[in-house]
């Protein structure tokens, strides 16, 4: 199975700041990746798709990278509503594999 | 609007059995792929299981295999997940999620899940 490795598992962070979230893959998995936001106590959201590609609506501020084993998801100026945790989440094979998950606050 | 309501969660005990329901509206359920995901208290997302558009093909992650069975019945626009053997780990939140990419799209082997239900809850204990 592929594993997926999240990191930082929490993060805080002020209102404007840019944030990086980073999944690696424990072996290559292309441009297989997708990212969710998940907010408190509501269910996942499908934010991007196939590494880099933003779903409809997504704001601009969101953005993905990477390709092969390391993944990278930013928020280019942090705003209160985007409190949750983001998950990564690979698709090259099945099983499909979600990170850990990151759990991000303002501070 | 599209729609996924689950059902069937309950507090059971160690080595029971149960069968959580989804009941999808709002699009064409027979067209899509559909994902069992589940959530343990303050964890992340686990993926459990995947079926395809027909049934032809059906998927498990490691830790359910030979214990969970995942259906569908496409006249009911229902996805169902069989579970036997339960253990306390398998205690989570249960979401049923439809994949985006419809049969015979380009994209249909890319699995991403666009649309969730609210879960339902599974507990096992003594």
């Known amino acids: 199975d592929i594993q997926m490795t999240q990191s930082p598992y929490s993060l805080s962070a002020s209102v404007g700041d840019k944030v990086t979230i980073t999944c690696q893959a424990s072996?290559?998995?292309?441009?297989?990746l997708n990212w969710y936001q998940q907010k408190p106590g509501k269910t996942p959201k499908l934010l991007i798709r196939?590494?880099?590609k933003s779903e409809p609506g997504v704001p601009s501020r969101f953005s993905g990278s990477g390709s092969g084993t390391v993944f990278t998801f930013t928020i280019t100026s942090l705003q209160p509503e985007d409190i949750a945790a983001y998950h990564c989440?690979?698709?090259?094979?099945?099983?499909?594999?979600f990170g850990q998950g990151t759990r991000l606050e303002i501070k | 609007e599209v729609q996924l309501v689950e059902s069937g969660g309950v507090v059971v005990q160690p080595g029971g059995s149960l069968r959580l329901s989804c009941a999808a509206s709002?699009?064409?359920?027979?067209?899509?792929?559909m994902h069992w995901v589940r959530q343990a208290p303050g964890r992340g997302l686990e993926w459990v299981s995947l079926?395809?558009?027909?049934?032809?093909?059906?998927y498990y992650a490691d830790f359910v295999k030979g214990r969970f069975t995942i259906s569908r019945d496409n006249n009911k626009n229902s996805l169902y997940l069989d579970m036997s053997s339960l253990r306390p780990e398998d205690t989570a939140l249960y979401y049923c999620?439809?994949?985006?990419?419809?049969?015979?799209?380009?994209?249909?082997?890319?699995?991403?899940?666009?649309?969730w239900g609210q879960g339902t809850t599974v507990t096992v204990s003594s």
């Open positions: 999620a439809k994949d985006k990419f419809y049969y015979g799209s380009d994209n249909y082997y890319d699995y991403a899940m666009d649309v």
């Open positions: 709002g699009f064409s359920f027979d067209d899509y792929s």
């Open positions: 079926i395809d558009w027909d049934s032809g093909n059906t």
């Open positions: 072996q290559d998995i292309k441009n297989y």
């Open positions: 196939a590494a880099s």
């Open positions: 989440q690979q698709y090259e094979n099945v099983p499909i594999t």
